[in-house]
């Protein structure tokens, strides 16, 4: 069942640019855009500037010049490394988080298209006001999950023969909470957050795969920034759907 949810969760992104490229929600996408474009810039300055310091500081302890060069140049990578990932975890949730009011018209109005069903528009202030609070404080409980499993990892990554194994794990893990999170924005019309959690445990595939691209579209240099999120969020509508009541038969895909 996982296996199948997670290659189902990969698939529907390309389901999900024909439904964008049919339905153009690209007013949805522009403040997301700037949002994940500020946020990402942010981070990569902070990941360069303290691998330079910090690494700095750690190489200055070695006080032989045999090897100092090596520790030196090893100490920035380790730093660098340690900041993208947690940077990584920050910007996702950050993003999510803020871009919650936005991204929730898109799952609706994608959700109308599949499925006939007419809904309420998110457009009044109160509205906006209680999909920012609800996106920001899942975002806040699932970052604090992500990291208390993501922080050991990190360090165990430098274990020699471990790199492979955590490497995966945290793989998975950035990848779960991401599609978690883009999942929210569908669940939040049918369920409060601890049922929205118990949803997402009797579904980890379906995150998994969804998150997993979204990691891996957020590398492509700044326009994975830019349009991942509303692409992800598109495709986990698709496949968020179909878990909650609806034949798969009934969605006019």
Known sequence: MFILDFTKGILAYGKALVLIKKLKPWKFFFIPALIGLLIGSIIIA???????????????????????????????????????VVGLSIYK?????????????????IET???GKKLTKTNTPTEFIKLLSRGIKINIRIFFWEMLYTLPLILLSFIPGLNLVTTVLLLYIQSYYAGFGNMDYTMER???????????????????????????????????????????????????????DFRQEDLRL
């Open 46 to 84: 902070l990941a360069y500037s303290s691998s330079e310091f910090i690494g700095g500081k750690i190489a200055s302890i070695w006080t032989f010049e045999t090897g100092k060069e090596f520790i030196n140049t090893t100490s920035k990578w380790v730093v660098f490394f340690l900041v993208i």
């Open 93 to 109: 949730h950050i993003l999510m988080a803020l871009s919650a009011p936005f991204m929730t018209p898109i799952s609706e109005r």
């Open 113 to 115: 298209h599949l499925t």
């Open 190 to 244: 049918y369920f409060n957050s601890s049922e929205s959690i118990s949803f997402v445990k009797q579904h980890k595939g379906v995150a998994v795969g969804n998150g997993f691209l979204f990691t891996l579209l957020l590398f492509i240099p700044v326009i994975g920034i830019m349009i991942t999120l509303p692409i992800s969020t598109v495709a986990s509508t698709i496949e968020t759907l179909k878990k909650i």
